[in-house]
């Protein structure tokens, strides 16, 4: 709901940025705390997983499929999304089988970090995204239809 609220007021891209960036420093700063101590006291692993999982759904969650639709001229558009959509799905197969392969061989910080990595590279890819928000309502017209 608060996305929803967000993305015409703060637009698409700061959205993306910070849905990327903030799990990144929340994995970054947990897998190296993993890594480096014995123990983790619980409730920093819930808080810092809280932050990661509070993030991704405010911002590439929902920008992943509005950016693309409203970047792509009509004629291409279809296949813009279903190239970008595509994309995902493999960072998500190459996410899952790094993330596992690191952990069984350095155990779960060094999934974390591989993740929080990758988030990284999102928030730096992000920045050099277009914003696509309308700046008007009667530019939102062109925006939405491509005119």
Excluded: N
Excluded at 105 to 116: I, Q, R, T
């Amino acid at each position: 709901m608060l996305t929803i609220w967000l993305i015409e007021r703060w637009g698409r891209r700061p959205l993306q940025i910070y849905g990327f960036g903030g799990p990144a420093a929340s994995l970054l700063i947990l897998g190296g705390v993993i890594l480096g101590l014995r123990h983790v006291p619980e409730v920093m692993v819930g808080s810092l997983m809280i932050l990661a999982y509070f993030f991704g759904p405010a911002g590439p969650d929902k920008t992943i499929v509005i950016a693309p639709a409203e970047q792509f001229a009509t004629a291409i558009r279809g296949t813009g999304e279903g190239i970008a959509e595509m994309a995902g799905r493999i960072g998500g197969v190459i996410g899952i089988s790094g993330y596992g392969l690191l952990d069984a061989l350095w155990g779960p910080g060094a999934g974390l970090l591989f993740f929080g990595r990758a988030c990284g590279l999102g928030t730096v890819v992000s920045l050099s995204m277009a914003e696509t928000r309308p700046q008007s309502v009667s530019d939102s017209s062109k925006v939405v239809f491509g005119q």
